[in-house]
């Protein structure tokens, strides 16, 4: 494994994270998790992350248990505050009341007396951005997180958000975690440009694009019983993958990763990787064997041809956009 500083600051998280979202948290997945969590320590994988709305908070619970028999400074955890954990008014959103009482929250789920890196899971319109940015200093003050950082929000959002803790001398952003792969592309833009001129470092999610990347879906009509997509309750997102030029494109790409001896999946991660503004890649597993695999990605290096050969593959799908 190797690690990677996040942005500016001195934390060092291994250059692949092992994700929760949509996998953990029933009692069957809880065996899961404790195998998969420690097959990723056998890795070298020291950066797990969360959500307190994953499974309204039962992703917490299951990764939080998964994780009692390691030494708490082995690891780097994270989690998120910003979607509804209840029917109030002020059970979501970005309020210093939100931030505060969803970050006790998490603590006790997780069972953890701090957390690492605590991502706003995206911009709140309706809250000042002085009152999110406020109450995340004094969290960190109160040592119940160590640093803050933010999900999905775009140049302007973060631009701002510099800004404010400039002007009241705040403590830092530190990462932002978008959705990075090879059809996700937006934050090369200006999202990338921006967060490098400010320390910002990004935590990437969904860079095997919720599994398509893997090489596993070969056609919309023939999806494999035990996949992502064949769950009706969680196929939205990867449905919108599914499309004949998309795959078409996979295809294509499964061939040049055949042909530099790898997988596709490890190609995939390895071109998200290639870019320095990149901390860590989020991976999904349900199975040790995925991490075993990806894994191996970080000691891939992607010539200068091999990336002009994904590029003009990848122009056949240019713009794609799927929902998230």
Partial sequence: ?????????????????????????????????????????????????????????????????????????????????????????????????????????????LGTDYIDIYFCHRYDNETPLEETLRALDDLTAQGKILYAAVSEWSADQITDAIGVGRRWNLRPLVSNQPIYNMFERYIEREVLPVSESAGIGQIVFSPLAQGILTGKYKTADALPSDSRAANTSVNGVVKSYLRDDVLACVGELEGLAEQAGISLAQLSLAWVLRHPGVSSALIGASRSSQIIENVKAVDVVLTADLVGEIDRVLKQVEGFAPMR
């Fill in 1 to 109: 494994m190797k690690y990677r500083r996040v942005g500016n600051s001195g934390i060092k998280v291994s250059e692949i994270g092992l994700g929760s979202w949509l996998t953990y948290g029933t009692a069957y997945e809880q065996q899961a998790a404790d195998e998969c969590v420690r097959t990723a320590f056998e890795n070298g994988i020291n950066f797990f992350d969360t959500a307190n709305a994953y499974n309204g908070g039962a992703g917490e619970q299951a990764l939080g248990a998964a994780l009692k028999p390691y030494s708490r400074s082995s690891y780097v955890l994270s989690t998120k505050v910003f979607f509804r954990m209840g029917p109030g008014p002020n059970d979501c959103g970005l309020s210093r009341k939100h931030i505060m009482e969803q970050c006790d929250a998490s603590l006790k789920r």
